[in-house]
């Protein structure tokens, strides 16, 4: 059965914290909490696991360029240590709260379109002994 949602663009959908599939219906049920499915086309958002992933992105990405604009600022202007504390914490704490929501919202979409899901082992017979058609040819 063919979906009657069109594909929609994982950034768009999450720049506006939407549904990764219709953009319609919220994603979030608060701050960061996702919602259980969306109001709109009534996806379940079960699939939807990001874990640490938009923490770590965030972070990482916000800190680089905070830092690196600091450090600049620190060598050119010279400014007293309680100015830079005034600037950069600040910096840092909205640059993180701000990209957070949109970041953990584009990880879901990600999830969504690419059909993620939990990593499975795969068997190969007992105790290693592989099946015929794991076997190297000639064996």
Same mark, same amino acid.
């Given at each position: 059965?063919?979906?009657?949602?069109?594909?929609?663009?994982?950034?768009?959908?999450?720049?506006?914290?939407?549904? *990764?599939?219709?953009?319609?219906?919220?994603?979030?049920?608060?701050?960061?909490?996702?919602?259980?499915?969306?109001?709109?086309?009534?996806?379940?958002?079960?699939?939807?696991?990001?874990?640490?992933? *938009?923490?770590?992105?965030?972070?990482?990405?916000?800190?680089?360029?905070?830092?690196?604009?600091?450090?600049?600022?620190?060598?050119?202007?010279?400014?007293?240590?309680?100015?830079?504390?005034?600037?950069?914490? *600040?910096?840092?704490?909205?640059?993180?709260?701000?990209?957070?929501? *949109?970041?953990?919202?584009?990880?879901?979409?990600?999830?969504?379109?690419?059909?993620?899901?939990?990593?499975?082992?795969?068997?190969?017979?007992?105790?290693?002994?592989?099946?015929?058609?794991?076997?190297?040819?000639?064996?």
């Amino acid at each position: 059965m063919a979906s009657t949602h069109p594909i929609v663009s994982t950034i768009s959908a999450s720049m506006r914290c939407r549904c *990764p599939r219709c953009r319609e219906g919220r994603l979030f049920n608060g701050f960061l909490t996702i919602d259980e499915r969306c109001e709109a086309c009534g996806l379940d958002y079960s699939f939807a696991d990001p874990a640490d992933g *938009p923490a770590f992105f965030v972070m990482t990405g916000v800190s680089i360029i905070v830092i690196a604009s600091w450090a600049i600022w620190a060598v050119m202007a010279q400014p007293p240590v309680w100015a830079q504390f005034a600037v950069v914490m *600040p910096a840092l704490i909205g640059g993180c709260l701000a990209c957070l929501r *949109p970041v953990k919202a584009w990880l879901v979409a990600e999830q969504f379109v690419h059909k993620a899901e939990e990593g499975r082992w795969a068997s190969y017979g007992t105790h290693g002994q592989a099946p015929e058609r794991y076997k190297p040819r000639g064996w």
